[in-house]
Nanobody
Framework: QVQLAESGGGLVQAGGSLRLSCAASGSIFTLNGMGWYRQAPGKQRELVATITSSGYTTYADSGKGRFTISRDNAQNTVFLQMNNLKPEDTAVYYC??????????????WGQGTLVTVSS
C-alpha cells in the first residue's frame, strides 16, 4: 500500500507565499508522474501542476508564473511553491502520484488534501 501525506497548507494574505509538500511512503517500486490538483468550494477538482520523474513540468494557466512544482526523487517527495497568492487560489490542494508498487502493480494514489486559504 502507498500513502501520500501533504503538508504546508494554511491561511495567508493575498500576495503571500506558501510551500506545499507531499511525501510518498509505503510499498513503492517507482514513482512516475506526480502532481497537484485543487478543489474550491462548489467547484470540480482541477489540475494545478504536474511533474514527471525526469522533471518535465506542466502548469494550469491559473498558476503559470506564480507556482513552481519540483520533486526530490530520493525522498519520494513533491513540492509546490506558490507565490503571489490570490483569493481565488483558495481551495483544498491534493497530491497525486502514479506508482508502481513493489508488487509491480500500477496505482494512482491521492493524498487527503491540505487546505489553502487566501484572504483579501
Amino acid at each position: 500500500q502507498v500513502q501520500l501525506a501533504e503538508s504546508g497548507g494554511g491561511l495567508v494574505q493575498a500576495g503571500g507565499s506558501l510551500r506545499l509538500s507531499c511525501a510518498a511512503s509505503g510499498s513503492i517500486f517507482t514513482l512516475n508522474g506526480m502532481g497537484w490538483y485543487r478543489q474550491a468550494p462548489g467547484k470540480q477538482r482541477e489540475l494545478v501542476a504536474t511533474i514527471t520523474s525526469s522533471g518535465y513540468t506542466t502548469y494550469a494557466d491559473s498558476g503559470k508564473g506564480r507556482f513552481t512544482i519540483s520533486r526530490d526523487n530520493a525522498q519520494n517527495t513533491v513540492f509546490l511553491q506558490m507565490n503571489n497568492l490570490k483569493p481565488e487560489d483558495t481551495a483544498v490542494y491534493y497530491c497525486h502520484a502514479e506508482v508502481w508498487t513493489s508488487r509491480r502493480e500500477y496505482r494512482e494514489v491521492w493524498g487527503q488534501g491540505t487546505l489553502v486559504t487566501v484572504s483579501s
